[in-house]
């Protein structure tokens, strides 16, 4: 392979809302260029792009994947992403992986939902944009409307660098209106006033050149090719072109866009941090320090792990020993390799500004850092949908472990999570098609197949007012017996209570003589024992039945919080009294004076940011309230959109991602905090109960 310098090399993210054809713009770009020989197709699951046995069924892109072509003297890597906000984990990788994103859109169904919310993306990684409006040649094409669409949802910045011959099935070229033919016959929009519109927008990057223009003269070629690299890289301009991934008409003209107006990767201002967490500007420089970042972790059947790398600075070789930021120790690089979608090159070196991949290093992960500095973790999405798992079969238990790892590695907006209070094994994507294909992926790969249900919510036990009672436990069944007489108060203990301040008000306790205090559960302990009616050494027996019962619940089986428990008297034998007497006293002491203070479930209340075009936020907010919902405020999230903030009781949103894509027809996208627990109202709190006690009943 021909060994690039840095400004020759342009690492382009195609991104976009599924359909809009990025696949098969990379699968026409490879035969174009002649790195394939035959034609590949999505539809008849030969692309080249979509490997993945997945992808071939579904027809539509998961995993993002890299590939690279030459062209006009300059290498073009290029990586396809997921179109779907359902694997957007993927998508988000890339763009950071990349310097020039090509956010594609399909000329007939518009400005889509993962359109705005790639277009967000790439400005927040401060990528330089070009948008594509592909299927020019599709049904319904009104270019025009378009166009306005794009400059309203977008900004003016983005202009027309060619306009199409024709629409529909009458598209038949793309005239460049910077460099105008004699004929522009048949072209949708004026090219004249487009040029002129075109130059106003370049020019604005040079105060010199603009006042020139001003005064009548006009910018040079070289002067025009120059600040428009210079405005895109500024984001004052975003060219728009035109062309049909499946007619290739338009395609040589895009390529020559991304290699004349593609950003190399010298023109990104980046910044790492060094090992004191000061930050650096990094040079994108092959004899420079090493920085380089995983933006991509696969798991390949044949090579096993694969770790895609993008090399900022300096340079990565084989059998180099470097330090990672995910390990103490540093790790050997064997072997490297240029990707070809899932085809791998072996490369002895890959310098700065390259995308490269190396197999089967364990302590590489999605985000690891190579060499001295730090990147910047990539902003990945929390999943919010979350479903139980088990395997079908019983015996897959240890090969589900493994079979998740994997995916835990491979997608970072898939988390897998056993909750210690509700014993499931809660799976949680972006959504049901997200969780889906991981099931299929499983049970393809990994031979594991699940059984899945809605996972329980994992509510809490807490009290309402103060109690105080006993309870003795005493066994006589031959041998030895059982003795211990347990009293106890019990306080409630709101979060946040400083629980040293609390256990030394004399006044409330004035036999105090120690305390102790779980913040896990902020559960406080007071030993007020006087006289030893209850030796010392039974305490933590006690304590430990106060734990055991506050783990399994009282009245619905949830964990307890948010409790002071004062041990104030008692009674023990001398024969007969032991730890397991007083652990079991202690723990029925609990039950019975925590049903005497009016105990209550609390639930989780999460904060939600709701992001809705304007026609819907009154649908949305017309929703809230029968979710309990209380709407905190609302703000311009740009493009038409509106972003509602409310407090929600999680059990109210658990299928919400199904209810807000029914009402903004997908447009809608939400995120999910934790806040804290309230407690549950009268009547939802007996339906809790109710379903616990049905529960246990069946079990």
């Known amino acids: 392979m021909t060994k690039y310098n840095v400004s020759d090399i342009r690492n382009i993210v195609l991104c976009g809302h599924g359909g809009s054809g990025k696949t098969t713009l990379l699968d026409a770009i490879l035969n174009e260029t002649g790195m394939v020989k035959k034609l590949a197709s999505v539809d008849d699951g030969t692309s080249i792009c979509d490997f993945d046995e997945e992808e071939k069924f579904h027809k539509y892109t998961i995993e993002s994947s890299v590939i690279h072509v030459e062209h006009n003297g300059k290498l073009l890597n290029m990586i396809d992403t997921p179109g779907y906000p359902d694997f957007i984990g993927q998508t988000i990788g890339a763009i950071w992986g990349a310097d020039t994103a090509a956010i594609v859109i399909n000329a007939s169904a518009g400005i889509e939902v993962n359109t705005r919310r790639v277009f967000a993306e790439t400005k927040k990684a401060n990528l330089g944009r070009i948008i594509v409006i592909n299927k020019i040649d599709s049904e319904n094409v009104d270019f025009k409307k378009l166009l306005k669409l794009i400059q309203d949802v977008f900004g003016n910045e983005c202009v027309p660098l060619n306009i199409p011959i024709g629409q529909g099935h009458d598209f038949k070229g793309v005239i460049n209106v910077l460099n105008l033919p004699d004929n522009t016959e048949g072209a949708i929009e004026d090219p004249k006033k487009l040029r002129e519109s075109l130059i106003e927008t370049i020019v604005t990057a040079d105060e010199s050149v603009m006042e020139k223009y001003l005064e009548g003269n006009q910018p040079s070629e070289e002067e025009i090719a120059a600040l428009m690299k210079k405005s895109i890289l500024e984001g004052t301009l975003v060219p728009i072109v035109c062309v049909s991934g499946k007619t290739r008409t338009g395609l040589k003209e895009l390529l020559d866009l991304f290699s004349t107006c593609g950003l190399s990767p010298d023109l990104i201002a980046r910044q790492a941090r060094n090992q004191d967490g000061d930050k650096i500007e990094i ?70 500004g390259m995308i490269a991949a190396v197999a089967k290093l364990e302590e590489l992960a999605t985000g690891t850092s190579l060499g001295d500095f730090i990147m910047d973790d990539f902003p990945f999405p929390t999943p919010m949908v979350g479903l139980a798992a088990a395997p079908k079969s019983r015996g897959d238990e240890a090969k589900l472990s493994g079979a998740l790892a994997k995916i835990t590695q491979e997608d970072q907006t898939f988390v897998c999570q056993r909750n210690e209070q509700t014993k499931q094994l809660v799976i949680t994507g972006m959504s049901e098609l997200h969780l889906q294909v991981i099931r299929e992926r499983l049970k393809r790969r990994d031979k594991v197949e699940l059984d899945t249900k809605e996972p329980k919510i994992a509510y809490r036990e807490t009290i309402q007012t103060n109690a105080d009672g006993m309870y003795r436990h005493k066994k006589q069944s031959g041998g030895a017996g059982q003795f211990g007489e347990v009293h106890i108060r019990m306080y409630p203990f709101p979060k946040g209570t400083d629980p040293a301040e609390f256990a030394s008000n004399k006044s409330q306790f004035p036999s105090m003589k120690d305390f102790h205090y779980d913040a896990a559960t902020n559960f406080l302990w007071i030993d007020s024992i006087v006289g030893g009616v209850i030796p010392s050494n039974f305490f933590p027996a006690i304590e430990k039945g106060f734990k055991e019962r506050m783990s399994k619940g009282v009245i619905a089986g949830y964990q307890v919080q948010d409790v002071c428990v004062e041990l104030y008297h008692g009674k023990y034998h001398d024969v007969d009294s032991n730890e397991h007497a007083f652990k079991t006293a202690g723990s029925m002491a609990f039950k019975v004076v925590f049903q005497k203070a009016k105990p209550s479930i609390l639930e989780p209340i999460v904060k939600m940011e709701i992001t809705v075009p304007m026609s819907n936020v009154g649908d949305v907010n017309s929703d809230l309230p029968n979710r309990r919902g209380r709407p905190l405020g609302m703000e311009d999230a740009g493009g038409g959109m509106q972003t509602i903030t409310a407090e929600v009781p999680l059990s109210e949103v658990m299928t919400y991602n199904r209810t807000l894509a029914s009402m903004t027809g997908g447009q809608g996208s939400y995120g999910i905090e934790f806040l804290r627990y309230d407690v549950v109202p009268g009547n939802i709190q007996q339906q809790i109960i109710a379903s616990a006690e049905l529960a246990e009943e069946e079990e």
């Open 283 to 352: 040079k994108s420089d092959p004899s420079a320090p090493l920085i380089a970042q995983v933006f991509k972790t696969r798991i390949d059947p044949f090579v096993q792990k694969l770790n895609f790398i993008r090399i900022y600075s300096g340079s990565l070789k084989n059998g180099q020993t470097i330090p990672i930021s995910t390990g103490r120790r540093g790790v050997k690089i064997a072997q490297l390799f240029l990707m070809q979608a899932n085809e791998t090159k072996p490369i002895e070196e890959a310098s700065a």
